[in-house]
């Protein structure tokens, strides 16, 4: 399974910028992707997650700012991300779990390689 990450880059605090990914391989059904983001020195934390019933969840430092949901092909994962300010950036990882099938149906957890955001202030 990859999982290819786009949208990042250098915003000024206040702007928007919206991060898009995308799964494929042999994947089965998926239960939930979500954006995850590590800043310089710090471990890596949740953003928000979708279930494939569309139930969110964000960490509170983002709610109400940005949005998370699935595409239309429902391997996609979008982040819209509104009002950002500097403690925002960070590199932004994509994670999709669920179900693949290479040789049988076994549980996966896949993370993409990550998107840098930038917020200048």
């Known amino acids: 399974v990859q999982l290819v990450e786009s949208g990042g880059g250098l915003v000024e605090t206040g702007g928007s910028l919206s991060l898009s990914c995308t799964a494929s391989?042999?994947?089965?059904?998926?239960?939930?992707m979500g954006w995850y983001r590590q800043a310089p020195g710090k471990e890596r934390e949740l953003v928000a997650t979708?279930?494939?019933?569309?139930?969110?969840n964000y960490a509170d430092s983002v709610k109400g700012r940005f949005t998370i949901s699935r595409g239309d092909t429902k391997n996609t994962v979008y982040l819209q991300m509104n009002s950002l300010k500097p403690e925002d950036a960070a590199v932004y990882y994509c994670?999709?779990?669920?179900?693949?099938?290479?040789?049988?149906?076994?549980?996966?957890?896949?993370w993409g390689k990550g998107t840098l955001v930038t917020v200048s202030s």
């Open positions: 994670n999709v779990r669920g179900y693949e099938k290479v040789t049988d149906y076994s549980f996966m957890d896949y």
């Open positions: 391989g042999s994947i089965f059904s998926i239960v939930a």
């Open positions: 979708v279930t494939s019933g569309h139930k969110t």
